[in-house]
């Protein structure tokens, strides 16, 4: 039976890895969790036993655009599905409930802040529910990457139910704590809980810290020539830039971010789902929901602020199983725009100052996670698996890490010059302030502070300033060093340190040959070597360039679709 719906509604013949499992589990009548990467397909894992259980489905879903697509999706397919959420009139809701309670759908996407009204209610108590399913169920959690306090009511209003139905909950959130909030906090029963493997061997990791981003970038295009792709930043702004230099290169981009218009977000993307752009440069407002499987690469111009984000928005990349690259280009800015955002939380306004300060704390050391990343020199692949509680057996062999060539450096004279500028400055600093000390910087800061009377000022001029970063970061990643985690993260000593600045250890640390940027001149000579070809007038070229700029604007298409 669940073969012939598969093949009869979504047009597959085959489950994947853990669909099944979960499907016969709620048939069973359990409590079920799913747990797999985005992509993966967990929509299915509720609608086909939804479609075979006596009774409604009630999903909860966060997002009026995810159940807009699920709907239009299921009904397309010959499912009768409907969805009660702000975007409906109240008229329209009275008219979709009136339809629910004479029975005509079998699944109703359900926004959770909907589920204790009390018109709601009236319909459910006489309603039979069969299952009530949660997706994005780390909404729950406070651990969650995006926590909804109104996820907390679909307990209570599961409880005020005349029959419990089965619960199900799905996620692509693995760490544990989320795991077990989903359990305590829906109570769910015993539950099966399927969680398949987080690693997406397709997906080639890279972490690149280049002087100029942007350069960067267009090697990486260079590289993916005519394929789709999906570049991240972290501003609007950011966002703007890309997307406007890019096209002044000739690259077929797009762009998305919350302060477009409703109707230029809707025409952008399915200018890039269609291949018409098939580069987005977007926000993370991008992503959610869109299932195209054909993207080559994600590049993330800016680091995101956690490693939730980045997997979930680099696991874009590669969904038909093909091979894909999910490149972030780190720069220290990043960082502090990150803190920003985290200080300046607004994301939240139902939450009492005390549960900000938890979840600001909570952000801040994902943050620092995310930023080791930037810094490990172990396989990358082994560290996000790590992070959501998998422990590979082997280095990946394809991640940039993995990939290097690293050196086995002595850094003990760095860490105790670090160490003992810490110790002198009675841990009062953070980790710019110390790396500036020790580097000898002549900045007003460093003045102000009277770190130049530090007396490990200017002990290490010739270790540059991201070398000396990579250092630190180790320290703290190895427990030498410690950061508070504080508005300010400041740098402390720990049991450990001590053994260095005693001289009664040596640290190693694997470190990879520095990168030493062209100079300004030569990269702009190769760079038009690059874009005009040997044997043409470069000013008849320039002049044709324009002329498609502009026929590809007039028409509204890809430059490249011109001619080539
Ligand atoms: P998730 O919610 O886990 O991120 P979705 O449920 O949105 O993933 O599914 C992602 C894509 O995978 C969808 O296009 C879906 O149709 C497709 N898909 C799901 N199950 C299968 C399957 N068994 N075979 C092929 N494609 C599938
Ligand atoms: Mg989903």
New binding site residues.
Partial sequence: MKYKL?KQY?G?D???DG?ETLIDSILDGKDTVGI?P???????CYQIPALMMDGITLVISPLISLMKDQVTALNQAGVHAAYLNSSLSYAQYCKALQCARSGQYKIIYVAPERLVTQEFMNFAMEADIAMVSVDEAHCVSQWGQDFRPSYLKIVEFVNLLPKRPVVSAFT?TATTTVREDIIAILELVQPTVVSTGFDRPNLYFGVEQPRDRFTALLHHLEDCAGQSGIIYCLTRKNVEEVCLRLEQEGYPATRYHAGLTDRERQQNQEDFIYDVKPIMVATNAFGMGI?KSNVRFVIHYNMPKNIESYYQEAGRAGRDGEPARCILLYGGQDVITNQLFIENNRDNDELSDAELELVQERDRERLRKMTFYCFTNECLRTYILNYFGEYPDNYCGNCSNCQTKFDTIDITPMASAIMGCVRDCHERYGITVILDTVHGSKSAKIQQYHMDENPYYNSLPEVTIPRLRQIVNHLVLTGFLELTNSKYAVLRLTALSDSILNGDETLTMKLAEEYIPEKKERASKKKKARTIPANVDPELFEKLRELRMNLAKENKVAPYLIFS
Avoid: H, I, P, V
């Fill in positions: 598969l979504f597959y085959a489950f994947r669909q797999m985005t992509g993966a397909g967990k929509s299915l692509a299932d």
